[in-house]
């Protein structure tokens, strides 16, 4: 791997994709250093430091995760809920099916819409992301 961090030229360089997966630990460096401060807290403190170190994995993989392609459903279903909401209180029975076909058809076009327009290019992107364990720099190769 002959790729290097383009603001101070390090090659100590990770995916976002293998930050997401876990293949590293180095991201947690900073938020450690509390150590075990000894003596009878010295148990406690490992628990804490602990779940500090799974919390701040936790958070790097999210900040580092792919994105979701679940959003465009969410807001398809958001606007079905808040359609029928208002078809409950205000409706015209006779037009319910055709109303709720359209609503239908709507949440599914959103849908396809938000994945190839939306979700796959900001995926193609998120692929190419790099994380520079030196400066902390993201970049795009
Ligand atoms: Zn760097």
Not at 62 to 70: C, I, R, T, W
Not at 118 to 127: G, N
Request: charged share 15%; glycine share 14%; net charge positive.
């Amino acid at each position: 791997m002959s790729y290097t961090c383009p603001k101070c030229g390090s090659d100590n360089i990770t995916t976002h994709r293998n930050i997401f997966e876990g293949g590293t630990s180095d991201i947690n460096t900073t938020t450690r250093g509390g150590g075990l401060g000894g003596g009878s807290g010295g148990i406690v403190g490992g628990l804490i430091g602990a779940s500090t170190t799974g919390k701040s994995q936790t958070k790097a993989a999210l900040k580092y995760s792919p994105p979701s392609k679940a959003v465009g459903a969410v807001w398809g279903a958001i606007i079905f809920s808040v359609i029928l909401f208002l078809l409950l209180f205000n409706g015209a029975p006779g037009t319910i099916s055709l109303i709720t076909f359209a609503i239908v058809a709507g949440c599914i076009f959103y849908y396809n819409h938000h994945k190839k327009n939306v979700y796959a290019p900001k995926y193609a992107e998120w692929e190419l992301m790099w994380h520079c364990n030196r400066c902390g720099t993201d970049f795009k190769i």
